[in-house]
């Protein structure tokens, strides 16, 4: 079992910067994909950057790729998102997911455990 919180949600302006940050406990989680998923208003869940704890890679969604970056900080069992130039776009409850799987995707279908979301307002 594990579980995960998020924070650093808040209300910014465009090209602004926000830093969320996800809280892991439980069972051993080194071999998780641990991935950051956003919801905006109206629209589907998308997966925007994933980690890969076995071997340090990162992906990211085409739609935040240079402007967004995963990090862990393993020492205090924290993921970041580090998220720039922030748009409108953006804005949209993010979720801190873990799971196992073959491949680390950037698809909720696979993702076992969910935070609860914390929120990005990103104004214009």
């Known amino acids: 079992q594990v579980q995960l919180v998020e924070s650093g949600g808040g209300s910014v302006e465009t090209g602004g910067s926000l830093r969320l940050a996800c809280v892991v406990s439980?069972?051993?989680?080194?071999?998780?994909?641990m991935t950051w998923f956003r919801q905006g208003p109206g629209k589907e869940r998308e997966g925007v950057a994933v980690?890969?704890?076995?071997?340090?890679?990162?992906r990211y969604s085409s739609s935040v790729t240079g402007r967004f970056t995963i990090s862990p900080d393993e020492a205090k069992k924290t993921h970041y998102l580090q998220m720039d130039s922030l748009k409108p776009e953006d804005t949209a409850v993010y979720y801190c997911?873990?799971?196992?799987?073959?491949?680390?995707?950037?698809?909720?279908?696979?993702?076992?455990?969910w935070g609860q979301g914390t929120r990005v307002t990103v104004s214009s």
């Open positions: 980690f890969d704890s076995r071997d340090g890679s990162t």
């Open positions: 439980g069972n051993d989680y080194s071999s998780y994909c």
């Open positions: 997911a873990a799971t196992r799987h073959y491949y680390c995707l950037l698809d909720s279908s696979i993702y076992i455990y």
